[in-house]
T-cell receptor, first 114, second 114 residues
């Protein structure tokens, strides 16, 4: 069966420090991968998605970047964090694209920028 | 573009009460519709889905029917439990993105008291 893992689960980072969140998927190949953010009091916002190695689409211009160095690995990064980057970050995946497909989410990573 | 509107919370109910959380959508073509649930401190879990008009998704006593004529996908449960306390998100994926990205509502918090 397919599983998705992301880490770290929680982190507290000072303003201006770098960020790296990692997500891996097991049990599938060539998945579409996503990073969403859930800010306090707000809904879910799609940040990046990737349909293959090295292919990244950015939905919202911001202080963050994403990379996909391997088929089942998706990394969210920042060189210098801002206070507004605080939130709950969720990695997700789906196998292919048809109306019957479901997007599945990881456990989430809580980021607090202080 | 696609959008999802769901009722604002929190919805506060007593145990064994009937639950309805309204969700309406705007989309081009024929979207797939989803309800996700987020328990405190956790990621999102798929609760149920429907991929075509008049389909009924169901899981754990929750139901939702895809109503194309009213562009709605209301979530219902006949008798809620304290353990149902969570945030519920309505979402859709549409043909424009190859059913590979989700558009979410802002979420509705449900609080069930004993």
């Amino acid at each position: 069966s397919q599983t998705i893992h992301q880490w770290p689960a929680t982190l507290v980072q000072p303003v201006g420090s770098p960020l790296s969140l990692e997500c891996t998927v097991e049990g599938t190949s060539n998945p579409n991968l996503y990073w969403y953010r859930q800010a306090a009091g707000r809904g879910l916002q799609l940040l990046f998605y990737s349909v293959g190695i090295g292919q990244i689409s950015s939905e919202v211009p911001q202080n963050l970047s994403a990379s996909r160095p391997q088929d089942r690995q998706f990394i969210l990064s920042s060189k210098k964090l801002l206070l507004s980057d605080s939130g709950f970050y969720l990695c997700a995946w789906v196998a292919g694209g048809s109306r019957r497909n479901t997007i599945y989410f990881g456990e989430g990573s809580w980021l607090t920028v202080v | 573009g696609n959008s999802v509107t769901q009722m604002e919370g929190p919805v506060t109910l007593s145990e064994e009460a009937f639950l309805t959380i309204n969700c309406t959508y705007t989309a081009t073509g024929y979207p797939s519709l989803f309800w996700y649930v987020q328990y405190p401190g956790e990621g999102l879990q798929l609760l149920l889905k429907a991929t075509k008009a008049d389909d009924k998704g169901s899981n754990k006593g929750f139901e939702a029917t895809y109503r194309k004529e009213t562009t709605s996908f209301h979530l219902e449960k006949g008798s809620v439990q304290v353990s149902d306390s969570a945030v519920y998100f309505c979402a859709l994926s549409g043909p424009a993105s190859g059913y590979s990205t989700l558009t979410f509502g802002k979420g509705t918090m449900l609080l069930v008291s004993p």
